[in-house]
């Protein structure tokens, strides 16, 4: 079945060491998004990428980054994790054009010790 | 900018009885609306969307929403909910941003189905 994969499903990382979080797709979706998702809250938008046009959100900290090699894969960097990145992180595709649907992965929770 | 408001955080109800769980949208000229469900350590699944046409939606696993324009809502209902249907339920608009389309979600209702 066609979906969106994201490894691993859980990600212990030290406060300050590099972490990386990666989603794939085999839908073929040229949108790709990330979210980050905290504790009985809403999902909210990191960024997202239109084939390889990246579109960060105005209120994302520098500290997030991301990579897209291919129209299959994307990365989360978060280069210096502090306490208050402990959350889950959603990967989402997207068709463009006429469809409005975005499909989820099944997240990843990371914890920061 | 378009938002969406979840009028109730928490939602407690008993097994078979019916539900509605309550979501208004800020007017616009064309709205897409939708309704995701999260199941603990979970994504989100899509539950139904409305884009146009009839205002009375359905999706699986008996749920059904209606759109409202002249009220602005799109309430989530399901006439005899199960143990199962205990998630969190999302009320998302689409909206234009940078490149594409992205969801704007409200803040969530906790559905807990009691037995």
């Known amino acids: 079945d066609a979906m969106v994969i994201q490894n691993p499903r859980y990600q212990v990382t030290q406060f300050g060491k590099p972490v990386t979080l990666s989603c794939s797709q085999t839908?073929?979706?040229?949108?790709m998004y990330w979210y980050q998702q905290k504790s009985s809250q809403a999902p909210k938008l990191l960024f997202h990428y239109y084939d390889k046009d990246f579109n960060n959100e105005a209120d994302t900290p520098d500290n997030f980054q991301s990579r897209r090699p291919n129209t299959s894969f994307c990365f989360l960097d978060i280069r210096s994790p502090g306490l208050g990145d402990a959350a889950m992180y959603l990967c989402?595709?997207?068709?463009?054009?006429?469809?409005?649907?975005?499909?989820f992965g099944p997240g990843t929770r990371l914890t920061v010790t | 900018a378009q938002s969406v408001t979840q009028l109730d955080s928490q939602v407690p109800v008993f097994e078979e009885a019916p539900v509605e769980l309550r979501c208004n949208y800020s007017s616009s000229v064309s709205v897409y609306l939708f309704w995701y469900v999260q199941y603990p350590n979970q994504g989100l699944q899509l539950l139904l969307k409305?884009?146009?046409?009839?205002?009375l939606v359905k999706g699986i696993n008996g749920f059904e929403a209606e759109f409202n324009k002249s009220q602005t809502s799109f309430h989530l209902r399901k006439p005899s909910v199960h143990i199962s249907d205990t998630a969190e339920y999302f009320c998302?608009?689409?909206?234009?941003?940078?490149?594409?389309?992205?969801?704007?979600f409200g803040s969530g209702t906790q559905l807990t189905v009691l037995p």
């Open positions: 989402a595709t997207k068709e463009q054009g006429t469809s409005h649907e975005q499909y």
């Open positions: 409305y884009l146009s046409g009839s205002t």
């Open positions: 839908l073929n979706h040229n949108v």
């Open positions: 998302a608009v689409s909206v234009i941003s940078g490149s594409a389309r992205q969801l704007t």
